[in-house]
């Protein structure tokens, strides 16, 4: 061609297909180049955006704003699953009920666990175990109620009895209209722009109030307005948002990944599974000293998921196992470092675990669970007391034993302080899983734990009040060992050596407390609740405080073991009666102790839902476990 001639038709649409089917190929080769190297052949589960946003890449220059709403990862640098909540409660002062904001922390814990370096507490009594919890000395201040509902700030109630009758202060004297058209001029700024406002008045020509009179009249001249009635409206609810947490575990010494994840308060299942996940990746179950454990955990109210498993040894990173999109763990990328991950180190607060462990029993695994994550031995003796009589505390406790609790009055770091009460009890010991819910009463002020039902769980009346004392004879007909004839034996014997302390069965008035004539020795007698009595006898001596007409507390030191009377050897006879018929202690149904009833029952019912509300309760609290295939 020589630049003059136009091209033939032919080889133009020739030109034009080769070009298009070349850019067609080469933007194919290209996407698919991307993709490879995007996907690389494997499955990822993305970095939380709350993990990225807390530890920038190394060396990345960042100047861009992030948004308020990121929240940043909260670490969590103990296996004891602690948390502070913000909880509205009301206090009595004066007239008035102050409602505001206080910090309540909620922990959970595992008693079978080794906690390192032994606190120092109480070494166990059988005695103190039955005593009461009351602390000695006035109150240290007035007892909190959870309110019912969420308020901004600090709010003053203050409730006056509606005058049923009529009242002592004058009627007002009706408003004439021109003082009426005065206040609504008054009030114009208010109104004018408030259209249910002014629907609630009788009808009046709004011309009336205008700054000017308005030419043309409305119309309509009266329009009906519709005004909502009959409308409830409900209790502000607590609304949980998924947070995510990394429970960074430092491991002391060699150990298994199972049984440390157990005593670190993960449920059996998942332990099994993430020792699973360990072992694929590192072909070895096993746990060195040194090494650091990075569990990453979706929560909602109580129900946590393990999204990401990290596992760093001698400072660097081993595996990572993730959650994908199709809820399996697979292979996943090395979160970024965080500054807990970077300065975490095994120190002798830490879980200590291994055959060479000793057993620890229930009474010290609670006493040193409880101490070691900043609960004071006031607050320990108070649930050894509350548990007594549930759980048998001189046994072996065992890797499921756990307790959660709810305390108020908690510090920045989730510990309790002088001034902290328990509010909730959880306690999964044995074969026993034990719910209690503080409640305060209204008009006396006292405090104890009911369940869920509003029953107390302390027993009406103890069946042996020698608690290291051995059962020597039952209740019935035998050959009595002084008088040697068969005799009605009317109560149980308790032998135990001469001054053993011999406590109150429950709570009542002294009826007797003196010598007997019929042969009983150092007789003490208290009358109990609903006509039930308790008789003590063949006592040495007789506490000084336990008179005729004295009120006694459940696990009170009223005497002590002798052998007055007609006896063979110090022992103490003990007798239970029911409206003066002596019957068997070791048999007898004895009726639940203070069980709630009426307003009493409401007001309990209405801050146990709060606590559950709190806490997430109200669903199953299980952990997921979510296993690949």
Same mark, same amino acid.
């Given at each position: $061609? ?30 698919? /180049? ?62 008035? =009920?102050? /409602? ?33 919890? &009351? ?13 019912? @509902? ?39 700024? $208010? ?21 000017? *009179? ?10 009906? *307005? ?26 002391? *010494? ?8 157990? +005593? ?10 993430? !020792? ?21 955990? $979706? ?16 400072? &660097?990173?081993? $595996? ?25 180190? +095994? ?20 006493? !040193? ?34 307790? &959660? ?23 999964? /010991?044995? =074969? ?11 008009? @006396? ?67 007797? +407390? ?36 004295? !009120? ?58 709060? /606590? ?18």
């Amino acid at each position: $061609m020589d630049g003059k001639t136009p091209p033939a038709r032919r080889d133009v649409s020739i030109r034009w297909l080769a070009g298009a089917c070349l850019t067609g190929l080469t933007s194919t080769a290209l996407m698919a /180049i991307a993709l490879s190297a995007a996907v690389d052949g494997r499955e990822r589960l993305a970095t939380p955006a709350s993990a990225f946003a807390k530890t920038p890449a190394a060396g990345a220059e960042d100047s861009a704003v992030r948004g308020s709403r990121l929240v940043p990862t909260t670490v969590i640098a103990k296996p004891s699953n602690r948390r502070v909540l913000q909880v509205p409660t009301a206090v009595r002062q004066g007239d008035r =009920d102050v /409602i505001h904001y206080e910090p309540f922390s909620e922990v959970r814990m595992a008693l079978a666990a080794n906690y390192g370096k032994t606190p120092d507490y109480p070494a166990f009594d059988p005695f103190e175990v039955f005593s009461t919890t &009351e602390r000695a000395g006035p109150p240290l201040r007035t007892a909190d109620v959870i309110y019912d @509902t969420d308020v901004e700030g600090e709010v003053e109630l203050k409730f006056t009895p509606f005058p049923a009758n009529k009242p002592d202060l004058p009627f007002a004297t009706g408003l004439s209209t021109d003082e009426i058209e005065e206040t609504i001029l008054a009030n114009e700024t $208010m109104l004018q722009n408030s259209v249910g406002d002014l629907s609630m008045l009788s009808y009046v020509d709004p011309d009336r109030f205008e700054p000017e *009179q308005i030419m043309l009249p409305l119309k309509p001249a009266m329009a009906a *307005q519709i005004v909502d009635e009959n409308v409830s409206v409900s209790a502000l609810q607590s609304v949980f948002t998924q947070d995510f947490n990394d429970d960074i575990l430092p491991v002391r *010494q060699q150990v298994g990944v199972e049984a440390f994840l157990v +005593a670190a308060g993960y449920p059996a299942p998942l332990a099994a599974e993430l !020792r699973r996940l360990v072992e694929e990746s590192t072909d070895s179950p096993m746990l060195k000293s040194n090494d650091i454990l990075r569990i990453g955990l $979706m929560r909602m109210g109580r129900n946590m998921r393990v999204v990401r498993l990290s596992l760093y040894r001698g400072g &660097e990173h081993v $595996m990572t196992m993730a959650l994908n999109d199709k809820g399996r763990f697979v292979e996943g990328v090395e979160p970024p470092m965080s500054e807990a991950v970077a300065n975490a180190s +095994a120190d002798e607060t830490d879980l200590l675990l291994g055959t060479t462990q000793k057993p620890v029993r229930v009474y010290d695994g609670i006493f !040193r669970a409880m101490m070691t994550y900043g609960l004071t031995q006031d607050m320990a003796g108070q649930l050894i007391n509350l548990l007594a009589s549930k759980v048998d505390l001189q046994s072996m406790a065992s890797p499921d034993d756990q307790l &959660e609790l709810f305390f108020s009055d908690a510090d920045p770091n989730g510990k309790a302080t002088a001034t902290s009460e328990l509010f909730y009890i959880d306690a999964k /010991i044995g =074969d026993e899983t034990i719910q209690l819910y503080r409640f305060s009463d209204p008009k @006396t002020g006292a405090v104890d734990f009911y369940d869920e039902n509003g029953r107390s769980i302390r027993r009406f009346l103890l069946r042996n009040p020698v608690p290291n004392g051995k059962f020597t004879s039952g209740f019935g007909m035998r050959r009595h060992p002084v008088l040697k004839y068969a005799r009605m034996h009317s109560g149980v014997d308790w032998a135990a050596r001469t001054g053993t302390p011999i406590i109150a069965a429950g709570d009542g008035v002294v009826e007797k +407390a003196g010598w007997s004539s019929s042969g009983y020795g150092n007789q003490t007698i208290i009358r109990h609740a609903n006509g039930y009595e308790t008789s003590y006898n063949h006592q040495s001596k007789i506490a000084p405080a336990v008179k005729e007409g004295a !009120r006694v507390k459940q696990g009170q030191v009223i005497g002590y073991v002798g052998a007055t009377g007609l006896v063979t050897g110090p022992h103490l006879h003990y007798e239970v009666l029911v409206n003066g018929t002596k019957v068997d202690p070791m048999k007898i149904r004895f009726p639940n102790s203070d069980a709630l009833t009426g307003d009493k029952l409401a007001r309990f019912e209405s801050e146990r839902r709060r /606590i559950d509300a709190l806490l997430g309760n109200e669903s199953s609290a299980q952990v997921a476990s979510n296993r690949g295939n």
